[in-house]
């Protein structure tokens, strides 16, 4: 495992063995923390050695593991520290320096960490120093307990935990060794660690593997290409528009990326251009999968040996079984459309070793919503076609895939009505060829307000105080009224014809 601050000067690397020693050290000293089986412990910090460990570290001890993204504004993060009850923070210091004002509104938060990668005064790098060649009193761990939450953007406005169990998590890289598809010896990490997801296909599955894995401090097309070049990289997953660039940018040396044979490409909508391109590129062809944060990660993959549907998402991992049902939880024929609905495979080799996710957290009514029937509810709708490849033909609840990320236009609109000049507000994507879409705003003012340039400037300014800078709209467009249905809804496929013609 490495982790460079830039190529060629490297801030850490681990073989294997001192990466356990490294997890001793941190569960030994999390546990003089007060850290017990159950306690949830939150982490935010940039993809650096430090929050790997951590996370291990946590897994160790029985304790549930909570990453809170950096990209999230201050009261998102206290949100999710509030909701999920971290008695523990592990923050680098820009986070504790947003959440630190806000710790009378966190009773239940103990401590905060320092936890600024790659800094020997760090707290928590001297904690560990204290700790080496020590281990933490052994703890007896059960496999399907809570073990990490997830925090999902809210499709009711706040965002949601989903709840995974170690035998959920492991689950996913020990069907890659069943799989056989184990050639990648480098794998790359660029997207967000604090990303369950991601730790979970990064560094939990790179290890289940025998992989080297490499953590990525840049998300720009040329620092991404020297990172290729200076560690071998043979794969990272990332959004579209990620690997565009890479394919496109005239300033890098197509030498550098020689070892980048396999990259994975997901989030997103990509057109036949894309794919054409990219089989140019990296002789292979494109392939897309299926997946969600309440899985945990993929549900169906595609194969880029065998010359799949134009359109398709792939086929059921072998874990697993996928079905499409109405609205009474009937199940349909193929090539009808309905919800895709997730569950154990029920025979076979690998029949009966799945388990969903736990639930949502403290959310009862929620989970047995998405639970019911003993299937998984996805609330996307898809259809299966005759020989089993999934077509996803729409997204849970009009959520907007900028570049890859999930914005669910609930939590935005929430933002804008906060904003008494705001009569109504409607949140959706705009069709854009780089990132898949952008995020709109159509905004009715409230009577007797007019809509100005200022009042566009505040609202902006609002989401940029309250939301990730992703989620935050990129354009403000006003609008007399909002096209109904007959239970008064606002039809959103109609704002969007109207104004992008789609």
């Not at 909570?66 to 909701?83: F, M, Q, S, T």
């Not at 000049?421 to 905004?443: H, N, Q, S």
Request: charged share 20%.
């Amino acid at each position: 495992m490495a982790r460079q601050g830039s190529p060629g000067r490297p801030f850490g690397r681990f073989t294997y063995a001192a990466l356990a020693a490294e997890i001793d050290a941190a569960s030994a000293a999390l546990q003089a923390l007060g850290v017990s089986p159950g306690d949830r412990v939150a982490a935010t910090s940039a993809n650096h050695l430090e929050i790997v460990v951590a996370f291990f570290a946590v897994q160790r001890l029985g304790a549930v593991w909570v990453g809170v993204n950096r990209n999230l504004a201050p009261p998102e993060k206290r949100y999710i520290l509030a909701d999920s009850g971290a008695v523990l923070y592990l923050a680098d210091r820009t986070a504790a320096a947003q959440i630190e004002p806000l710790r009378p509104e966190l009773p239940d938060l103990r401590a905060m960490i320092d936890m600024e990668p790659g800094d020997t005064d760090a707290e928590w790098t001297r904690l560990l120093a204290e700790r080496r060649g020590e281990r933490a009193t052994p703890v007896s761990v059960d496999p399907y307990a809570p073990a990490g939450i997830a925090y999902t953007s809210g499709t009711t406005g706040f965002p949601k935990g989903v709840v995974h169990s170690q035998h959920n998590m492991v689950l996913v890289g020990t069907m890659g060794r069943l799989s056989g598809r184990s050639e990648i010896e480098r794998a790359g990490v660029t997207l967000p660690l604090t990303i369950l997801n991601l730790m979970i296909l990064g560094p939990l599955a790179s290890f289940q593997l025998g992989r080297t894995c490499i953590l990525m401090d840049r998300v720009d097309a040329l620092g991404l290409a020297e990172w290729i070049a200076a560690e071998r990289v043979e794969t990272f997953s990332t959004a579209p528009a990620v690997i565009y660039d890479l394919m496109t940018d005239p300033r890098i040396n197509p030498d550098d990326l020689a070892s980048f044979k396999a990259p994975g490409v997901g989030g997103a909508a990509m057109p036949d251009s894309f794919r054409d391109l990219y089989r140019q590129k990296f002789g292979r062809e494109l392939t897309h999968g299926y997946g969600l944060t309440e899985a945990p990660t993929s549900v169906t993959m595609g194969d880029p040996a065998v010359a799949e549907p134009p359109g398709s998402s792939g086929r059921t991992a072998p874990h697993l079984q996928v079905t499409i049902q109405d609205a009474e939880g009937a199940i349909l024929p193929a090539g009808e459309s309905g919800e895709i609905c997730v569950a154990a495979a029920a025979e076979g080799p690998h029949g009966g070793l799945y388990t969903p996710m736990l639930g949502y957290w403290r959310r009862p009514d929620a989970t047995a919503e998405a639970l019911r029937g003993g299937w998984l509810h996805t609330g996307d709708i898809g259809r299966l076609d005759p020989d089993g490849y999934l077509f996803v033909e729409g997204r849970r609840n009009d959520v907007v895939i900028r570049g890859g990320a999930n914005v669910y236009p609930a939590e935005v609109e929430r933002v804008l009505q906060k904003d008494d000049r705001v009569g109504d507000c409607a949140v959706t994507g705009k069709p854009d060829v780089r990132l898949g879409e952008r995020v709109v705003a159509f905004i009715q003012p409230a009577a007797g307000t007019a809509p100005t340039a200022a009042l566009a400037e505040a609202l902006l300014a609002l989401c940029q105080e309250n939301l990730a800078r992703y989620k935050t709209p990129e354009e403000i467009i006003f609008v007399t009224d909002m096209p109904r249905n007959a239970m008064n809804k606002i039809v959103k496929a109609q704002l969007k014809a109207r104004h992008f013609g789609a």
